[in-house]
T-cell receptor, first 113, second 117 residues
Framework: TQLLEQSPQFLSIQEGENLTVYCNSS?????LQWYRQEPGEGPVLLVTVVTGGEVKKLKRLTFQFGDARKDSSLHITAAQPGDTGLYLC?????????????FGKGTHLIIQP | KAGVTQTPRYLIKTRGQQVTLSCSPISGHRSVSWYQQTPGQGLQFLFE???????NKGNFPGRFSGRQFSNSRSEMNVSTLELGDSALYLC????????????????FGPGTRLTVL
């Protein structure tokens, strides 16, 4: 079983601050996705990273895939209350097995005004 | 396009009963995956259906089953409910089937909140 560890589990910061959340594994993934989930809703895909070392930017969000494709990070610049939510990373297997996407348990992010 | 819809949104059952949850994927999507989300375990993969065939299955007991119809709509069934089955059950649809080395964009529904008393 491929596991994804996310840290921190909970993060509460003030509006305007910067933050980074991490997604780590001892396994290699062919790709990694980041989702945001708000209360009462399903996760919404933010980005998919595929190539080791890849960096993608989505407005104030910067996503990086580790060189070895075992880890990823999400950096938010100048956080806003609208960024509040559960951030989930999910990895797609490189081969063998058949258990779909592997999700981390998520980082609960609260941005206080 | 309309998004993924799941019915019912909330459900309360008692131990030993069975339950059927429904998912309608985005029009044109042929793959439907089911996940269980709990605070302790996070999101765990249950199974994936593509063109009415179960392609992948997660590590859940046989009490959890599913099926997909010719119009791609899917149902999942849980028999002999246990307290630990209380969770948010999420359905996700995508255009293509998942698999090793395949990255497909999944669109999630709002989920069905199941409470087992």
């Amino acid at each position: 079983t491929q596991l994804l560890e996310q840290s921190p589990q909970f993060l509460s910061i003030q509006e305007g601050e910067n933050l980074t959340v991490y997604c780590n594994s001892s396994s290699v993934f062919s790709s990694l996705q980041w989702y945001r989930q708000e209360p009462g809703e399903g996760p919404v895909l933010l980005v998919t990273v595929v190539t080791g070392g890849e960096v993608k930017k989505l407005k104030r969000l910067t996503f990086q895939f580790g060189d070895a494709r075992k880890d990823s990070s999400l950096h938010i610049t100048a956080a806003q209350p609208g960024d509040t939510g559960l951030y989930l990373c999910a990895g797609a297997q490189t081969g063998g097995g058949a258990d779909g996407l592997t999700f981390g348990k998520g980082t609960h992010l609260i941005i206080q005004p | 396009k309309a998004g993924v819809t799941q019915t019912p949104r909330y459900l309360i059952k008692t131990r030993g009963q069975q339950v059927t949850l429904s998912c309608s994927p985005i029009s044109g999507h042929r793959s439907v995956s089911w996940y269980q989300q709990t605070p302790g375990q996070g999101l765990q993969f249950l199974f994936e259906y593509f063109s009415e065939t179960q392609r992948n299955k997660g590590n859940f007991p046989g009490r959890f089953s599913g099926r997909q119809f010719s119009n791609s709509r899917s149902e999942m069934n849980v028999s002999t409910l246990e307290l630990g089955d209380s969770a948010l059950y999420l359905c996700a649809s995508s255009e293509i089937a998942g698999g090793p080395g395949i990255t497909n964009e999944q669109f999630f529904g709002p989920g069905t909140r199941l409470t087992v008393l």
